[in-house]
């Protein structure tokens, strides 16, 4: 093995320039598998990120025609203790008007414990200007309802309620969601102030969730439902009311696995032809090595080897090659708000696997001129120079 492995080496090193082309081949292939899967996994965060990152993932709501459902510590309890949650937010809603200057606006009035809504919408994060409600009839609003009416923090504002009830509120800050139509139609209060104006206590429209692991919302719905066992709520996921957007994250996933694929196929080729015009351009000194005593297994092995030493430097050299390439592109390709347009995504398991398949590749391209070699006569071979 070691004698083999040495003449591998001096092959390599003796014809630098098809030593060279071969590494360039796999190092494009490896860092183009590299940056093509980095990029679409980090442009499939980003797209859940901004679609559902900052939304509830799964969702208790009142069944059928209730608007309401009377607010259960203990279900709140065992959903706390649910390990695959990591934020719970009780929510009151209810349809409202704001009345400015005579006029009236149609609005969605929201009662949170900002404490546990902050976890899901980052409302401490969002806030553009003031400061999150500390006393009761306190409220923060969407910017865009603050610019459309020239509102702002520190002014009062009538609400209005279908049932006739009108309630002066004060403006604790104003918030950004990037969202324009929530930006013109929520006001967010604490939970028992909403409550209180629309005289419905302990009553609560949704209890809003996030999970660990996004795209297993539907699986964790599903034993919620088992665990709680209660017949007058129901319980919704994301994946159910995103699914266009799931088959968009599958086009991209199905994609990039294609693209990555035939760049394999065509690095597998190219070193395998390569080698193989290397076995007749070493013919002559395969013969007389086997002339000299050589097996014709050691001989097979010179080449695995070459094929060998070729993936994991060149694998090396792509992965170092890719990370860049991603880097790069998400420092200089940006957004008009001046975020990148895909942001830098590192999986150490895609890198890691990636190189794995460029070394096995390589060497398993080696296999046919390995075994071309083992088929030469050496008497022929030094016969006919």
């Known amino acids: ?111 949170v414990e900002f404490t546990n809504a902050n976890m899901i919408y980052e409302f401490n994060e969002k806030l ?19 610019i459309d009416n020239n509102l702002n923090v520190g002014d009062e504002v009538e609400i209005l309620t279908p049932e006739g009830i009108n309630e002066k509120i004060k403006i604790s800050g104003i918030f950004d969601l990037k969202v324009s139509n929530l930006n013109k139609t929520w006001i967010v209060m604490p939970i028992d102030s909403a409550r209180s104006i629309f005289g419905s206590d302990n009553q609560l429209t949704s209890i809003e969730m996030q999970v660990k ?83 014709d297994r050691q001989a097979s092995f010179i080449f695995l080897f070459q094929g060998l030493l070729l993936g994991t430097i060149g694998a090396l050299l792509g992965v170092i090659f890719g990370v860049m390439l991603t880097y790069i592109f998400s420092i200089f390709v940006k957004n008009p708000d001046g975020t990148a347009l895909v942001p830098f995504y590192i999986d150490y398991r895609f890198i890691g696997f990636s190189a794995l398949i460029a070394v096995v590749a390589s060497t398993l391209a080696a296999l046919i001129p390995a075994r071309n070699t083992s088929k030469l006569n050496p008497i022929e071979v030094i016969k006919n120079g």
């Open 1 to 111: 093995m070691r004698l083999a492995f040495s003449i591998a080496s001096r092959f390599l090193k003796s014809n630098k320039g098809q030593t060279a082309l071969i590494l360039i081949g796999i190092v494009i292939g490896v860092a183009v598998q590299i940056f093509i899967g980095s990029l679409i996994d980090g442009l499939q965060i980003s797209l859940v990120d901004k679609t559902i990152g900052n939304a509830s993932q799964i969702t208790i709501l009142p069944s059928g025609k209730d608007k309401y459902f009377a607010e259960d510590k203990a279900l709140l309890d065992r959903l706390s203790n649910n390990d695959n949650l990591t934020a719970i937010s009780k929510t009151y809603d209810n349809s409202a008007f704001i009345k400015i200057d005579g006029e009236t606006y149609p609005i969605l009035l929201r009662g």
């Open 128 to 146: 553009v200007e003031g400061n999150i409600p500390e006393r009761e009839n306190e409220t923060i609003i969407g910017s865009n309802l603050a």
């Open 213 to 295: 692991d996004v795209f297993k919302a539907d699986i964790v719905s599903e034993e919620i439902k088992k665990d709680i066992n209660i017949t007058n709520v129901d319980i919704l996921n994301w994946k159910e009311e995103n699914e266009e957007l799931l088959s968009g994250l599958s086009g991209q996933s199905a994609s990039s696995i294609m693209i990555q694929v035939f760049v394999l196929l065509a690095v597998l080729l190219g070193i395998s032809s390569v080698l193989a015009i290397s076995v007749v351009q070493k013919s002559r000194q395969l013969g007389i090595l086997k002339a000299m005593g050589i097996k």
